[in-house]
């Protein structure tokens, strides 16, 4: 079946990298999606990966996905107070025209 | 771009009556929009797939005729939550897919809070 996992909590100083993980367990997702919540907000989209990609980077935030072990990470350099917010893995069979699996979420806490 | 706009963003009414929220794509057409619920501090469920111009795709466990959904243009999909009781007091959220190109992905509303009294 389709699950997919996450650490519930992460707290980071200012500065420093953040790295969030996720596994999956559906060989067969195709995309993969990282997805940010802010307090009584819905979902913005900070980036995917498509499957057959070991690596995308944009700005401040990279993605690492290691299909073999079904284990993909979101890296934040500089974590800012900004990034504070709750972090959604999320996989999908064929593109965003599927459902979503999602994760049930990693709490980023920046602290000083 | 890839703007979705959910209405209202919050709502409070009496256990009866029946709500309904809009989700609309701004800026794109949508030929797939999606409806969520998320419980505090967990992660989205997915309630419904709904494709323009036909019945709505229901996940095993929701209700359709408690939650009603109508997709009735490439921009506009509603969902009215019919007779609401507190049990249906949730976060609802929306999301679009642009139609016609498979590997973009679903972007989301700013959610619905809803609390029946």
């Known amino acids: 079946g389709e699950d997919v996992e996450q650490s519930l909590f992460l707290s980071v100083r200012e500065g420093d990298s953040s790295v969030i993980n996720c596994t999956y ?3 067969s997702s195709t995309y993969l999606y ?5 307090p009584g907000a819905g979902l913005q989209l900070l980036t995917y990966i ?3 990609m070991d690596m995308k980077q944009d700005q401040r935030l990279t993605v690492l996905l290691n299909k073999k072990d079904k284990h993909l ?14 972090y959604f893995c999320a996989e999908s069979m064929a593109g965003g025209y599927n459902k979503l699996i999602f994760g049930a979420g990693t709490r980023l806490a920046v602290h000083p | 771009g890839a703007v979705v706009s959910q209405h209202p963003s919050w709502v409070i009414c009496k256990s009866g009556t029946s709500v309904k929220i809009e989700c609309r794509s701004l800026d794109f057409q949508a030929t797939t929009m999606f409806w969520y619920r998320q419980f505090p501090k967990q992660s989205l469920m997915l ?3 709904s494709n323009e111009g036909s019945k709505a795709t229901y996940e095993q466990g929701v209700e359709k005729d408690k939650f009603l959904i109508n997709h009735a243009s490439l921009t506009l999909s509603t969902l009215t939550v019919t007779s609401a009781h507190p049990e249906d007091s949730s976060f609802y959220i929306c999301s679009a897919h642009r139609g016609g190109q498979g590997n973009q992905p679903q972007h989301f509303g700013d959610g619905t809070r809803l609390s029946i009294l």
Do not use: C, H, V
């Open chain 1, 25 to 27: 367990t559906d060989s």
């Open chain 1, 34 to 38: 990282w997805y940010k919540q802010e």
């Open chain 1, 50 to 52: 498509f499957s057959n």
């Open chain 1, 73 to 86: 990470s979101l890296r934040i350099a500089d974590t800012q107070t900004g990034d504070s917010a709750i």
């Open chain 2, 47 to 49: 309630m419904a797939t």
